[in-house]
């Protein structure tokens, strides 16, 4: 005796699951899903039981479970349907965590490519060390400032830097770190004249590397440190971070800044 309900041709079934009559037949060979009923003229039909076993396979293809696998869940669902969605839970994670790494190694080449430091990854771990060269911020900041002729020209003498120059560069970088967190620890005012100095140095530093750095210019950079945490990783690695040191340096900027326009 046939169901009760409505019933389908393989044309219809395959418009609502928006599969091909194709995949339909090739679910039929395997064994996954047979139409329950067949019309007068011998056609097979398929009953709203078929189109609910349906949503089942399509479901568990989309998943990307092979057809083996899903014959197996169907067979007993109650008793093998949590196993083996566990497991592709834990495969699926799996896949995302490669795919996330892959996704980071291309946005980095990108990245290298945009910014300019042509240096592996082995030689920025060796001149770097701990300070977060962060690609991200490094690509974000020249969009942000791609008009500026200042970013230009920051950007182009980075490409032309050799590994000899990256080495002095972070040698004097670390040298100035020490200043400045020695300086902050002792307690020394923000708009003293020993911070301000250090502002200044560093300015100088970012003149002399990069860019031309007028004080307003200067600025903005500060203005980074202290709001973005890639800004200020570049500068001073985590693991040298203190509470309030970033603050502090924003406002020794400020405080030289405005002693250079007023001098």
Not at 42 to 50: A, C, N, Q, V
């Amino acid at each position: 005796m046939a169901e009760q309900g409505a019933s389908f041709s393989v044309g219809q079934v395959a418009g609502f699951a928006g599969v091909t009559v194709r995949t339909l037949h090739y679910y039929d060979r395997e064994g996954l899903l047979s139409p329950s009923e067949r019309s007068a003229a011998g056609y097979r039909l398929y009953t709203d039981r078929d189109l609910a076993r349906l949503q089942q396979i399509l479901f568990y293809r989309e998943l990307g479970f092979p057809i083996e696998e899903i014959r197996s869940i169907l067979a007993d669902p109650r008793a093998t349907a949590l196993s083996h969605l566990k497991e592709r839970h834990r495969q699926l994670n799996e896949q995302i965590a490669t795919l996330q790494k892959l996704v980071e190694v291309a946005e980095q080449a990108i990245e290298v490519e945009r910014t300019g430091v042509r240096l592996s990854p082995e030689e920025r771990f060796d001149i770097f060390g701990e300070v977060r060269w962060d690609l991200s911020y490094a690509t974000d900041a020249q969009l942000k400032w791609a008009d500026s002729p200042r970013q230009r020209e920051s950007m182009e003498r980075a490409a032309r830097h050799s590994k000899a120059d990256w080495r002095q560069l972070m040698a004097e970088s670390t040298e100035w770190r020490r200043e400045l967190i020695v300086a902050f620890e002792d307690g020394q005012p923000a708009d003293g004249e020993r911070a301000m100095d250090l502002a200044e140095q560093h300015r100088a530093h970012v003149e002399r590397w990069f860019t031309p750095c007028p004080p307003e210019a200067h600025r903005l950079i500060a203005a980074d440190y202290l709001t973005d945490p890639r800004a200020f990783a570049m500068l001073v690695p985590p693991s040298e971070q203190l509470p309030g040191l970033a603050r502090f340096l924003h406002a020794a900027i400020e405080a030289n800044a405005r002693r250079t326009m007023e001098g």
